[in-house]
Nanobody, 121 residues
Framework: VQLVESGGGLVQPGGSLRLSCAASGFTSGRYTMGWFRRAPGKEREFVAVITWTGLSTYYTESVKGRFTISRDNGQNTAYLQMNNLKPEDTAVYYC???????????????WGQGTQVTASS
């Protein structure tokens, strides 16, 4: 299984970015996907998760109303639309997939290599 993220970059506070995560190697399309992030000097934290159907999503409190997770199963790709970015959103963002659990208790089986997101003026 391979997860490849793209879409990170530098944006001014208040700006937007959309991250993509292309998955390959799964034998079935029925796998949870989501995002974590690690800010400088901090532990990795959960950001958002989506079921394989796309019908259920869950977000960490700090991004609710600003971030939207979605997926296109035909393209085996998940997305994280990030609006109104704040300096505290600056982190390496990791795509993840598979595993068990939900929300902050989700434990993925597979991880991407990460993409840097920086919100700074």
């Amino acid at each position: 299984v391979q997860l490849v993220e793209s879409g990170g970059g530098l944006v001014q506070p208040g700006g937007s970015l959309r991250l993509s995560c292309a998955a390959s190697g799964f034998t079935s399309g029925r796998y949870t996907m989501g995002w974590f992030r690690r800010a400088p000097g901090k532990e990795r934290e959960f950001v958002a998760v989506i079921t394989w159907t796309g019908l259920s999503t869950y977000y960490t409190e700090s991004v609710k109303g600003r971030f939207t997770i979605s997926r296109d199963n035909g393209q085996n790709t998940a997305y994280l639309q990030m609006n109104n970015l704040k300096p505290e959103d600056t982190a390496v963002y990791y795509c993840a997939a598979g595993g068990a659990g939900w929300g902050h208790n989700w434990g993925p089986d597979f991880w991407g290599q990460g993409t840097q997101v920086t919100a700074s003026s």
